[in-house]
């Protein structure tokens, strides 16, 4: 993975590989989030439930909205969010649909409930409230699929676009999103992938492209959930072992409070560059979820849509092309 700078509060750090960076910054660019319906982050919220709301509602309570809100107040730090690849599913086409702007991406797909507040910084500009940027965000269902996208390890899913959106900052860099917790795919730990682009265009490069983390004991409880029939991952069981975080998780890692049974908040505060340095020296290449069963990630990535998979275009129809899958993203 590329080298990334780092910022902590507007001083500038060397260049350095991100886990270098982890113990040169001494903390975590995450946010502190306090209750979520009574519920709590801790092993006890590890019991199985079968009361999940199936799907996230269109509104966010009072107590959400509070919860979120005491989050993001706590923020103490700024730091460039590390850049990682976009992955084999960005389905970049739809970003130009209209429909796809809106908090609540679950479109009917079941899972335990999860919110999501985002905080955008301007690393250049004091770490001030980045505002009027688009982000998006895309994740994989509670089976380990994405919409978009028909191929051997994705059947079915071409011309869906559930579980994914946008939101357009505030005046105080905030967006917040509805979805589920995701699933997972043989590969790959949990994961939520993120693309911010300024001016709300959408249709220009991306100055940040990563991935949300999220903590090991909370997704253990989600996985033990009747709601998620594949049980826990064994593929990938820590961030060690995985290809993208592997590197450390400082700046991409949710906070997260509630419980499997009322459903999960989380926050992040994302630092951006918004010169575009950090985005030019990050990595947009594409790979494709190997089958069950298959062996580790390997290198050598070649770009363009997943193995056997149709490429949308703008008209919404879709050409076929024929690549070799070599990791997993």
Known sequence: MNDLFKKAAGAALPVANRRNALST??????????????????????????????????TIDSATATALEVALSTAATCNIVAQEVEGPYPLSTILSNTAIVRSDITEGKTGVPLTIRLKLLDTNNNCAPLSNAAVYIWHCDKDGLYSGYDNTNNAGQAGLTYLRGIQVSDSTGRVTFKTIYPGWYVGRITHI???????????????????????????????????????QNTSVTSFAADNIFSDGTSTEMLTLSGSVAKGYVGGLVIGVDTTGATAAAGSTVAGTPPSDGASGPMDGVPSGPPPGASAPTSSGTTTSTTTTSSTVL
């Not at 209750?35 to 590890?46: F, K, L, M, P």
């Not at 300024?198 to 090991?216: C, E, H, I, K």
């Open 193 to 231: 992938h993120v693309q911010v682009f300024l001016n709300n265009d959408t249709g220009s490069t991306a100055m940040a492209t990563t991935q949300m983390a999220f903590p090991l004991a909370i997704t253990a409880a989600v996985y033990n959930s009747t709601l998620y029939p594949k049980g």
């Open 25 to 58: 910054l001494g903390g975590m660019g995450v946010v502190s989030l306090f209750g979520c319906g009574g519920g709590n982050d801790s092993a006890s919220s590890t019991t199985a439930s079968t009361t999940s709301t199936a799907t996230a509602s269109s």
